[in-house]
């Protein structure tokens, strides 16, 4: 059974930084693309970032691009996001999510999210 | 950017009757476009992939169409738990944005 669980999110003030996880089970984890899903309160989904099942791709909205960097272990089954420069737009619930493929494409699997709240 | 377009916002139906959903992509993105299901305090679920196949265990009431630009979702016989809200994306050029989705509703 393929199970995503999202951790770190929390409080943090604006311009600080903020690192999730996403511990994967169940699949093959090198084999597929991760990717990075987030929804603010009340609103839809944001597509935030994807990576390779090798690491040697990566992909970013245009509204992280150089302050979010997405990276995985594949020695330890685990994708990460690394959040620096937070501003209060980027609350909301952070979903890991394996894409079909091990380029980016669909998600099939979610995770159930992680909340990030920025605000002093 | 492709910015997807979804319609309408919200439908209102009953049980039992048909749902069309479109999205429209601001340029094309052949097949590669999907879409999900969300309901209220649920992770998304993925429906259909490539625009037209079926996702693992959904239901054969769904169905996608659609290629290039202009993409249908239909439900075909509305069942009381496919009230929800539902999302299409591509992933034909980074970044793989959603449209805005559209609220399925019950009349």
């Known amino acids: 059974e393929v199970q995503l669980l999202e951790s770190g999110g929390d409080l943090v003030q604006p311009g600080g930084s903020l690192r999730l996880s996403c511990a994967a089970s169940?699949?093959?984890?090198?084999?597929?693309?991760m990717s990075w899903v987030r929804q603010a309160p009340g609103k839809g989904l944001e597509w935030v970032s994807a990576?390779?099942?090798?690491?040697?791709?990566?992909y970013y909205a245009d509204s992280v691009k150089g302050r979010f960097t997405i990276s995985r272990d594949n020695s330890k089954n685990t994708l990460y996001l690394q959040m620096n420069s937070l501003r209060g737009e980027d609350t909301a619930v952070y979903y890991c999510?394996?894409?079909?493929?091990?380029?980016?494409?669909?998600?099939?699997?979610w995770g159930q999210g992680t909340l990030v709240t920025v605000s002093s | 950017e492709i910015v997807l377009t979804q319609s309408p916002g919200t439908l209102s139906l009953s049980p039992g009757e048909r749902a069309t959903l479109s999205c429209r992509a601001s340029?094309?993105?052949?097949?590669?476009l999907a879409w999900y299901q969300q309901k209220p305090g649920q992770a998304p679920r993925l429906l259909i992939f490539?625009?037209?196949s079926r996702a693992t265990d959904i239901p054969d009431r769904f169905s996608g169409s659609g290629s290039g630009t202009d993409f249908t979702l239909t439900i075909r016989r509305l069942e009381p738990e496919d009230f929800a809200v539902f999302y299409c994306?591509?992933?034909?050029?980074?970044?793989?944005?959603f449209g805005g989705g559209t609220k399925v509703e019950i009349k």
């Open positions: 994306q591509q992933y034909g050029s980074s970044p793989f944005t």
């Open positions: 990576i390779s099942g090798s690491g040697g791709s990566t």
């Open positions: 169940g699949f093959t984890f090198s084999s597929y693309a």
């Open positions: 999510a394996k894409d079909q493929r091990v380029g980016a494409s669909s998600h099939d699997y």
């Open positions: 490539g625009a037209t």
């Open positions: 340029q094309s993105i052949s097949s590669h």
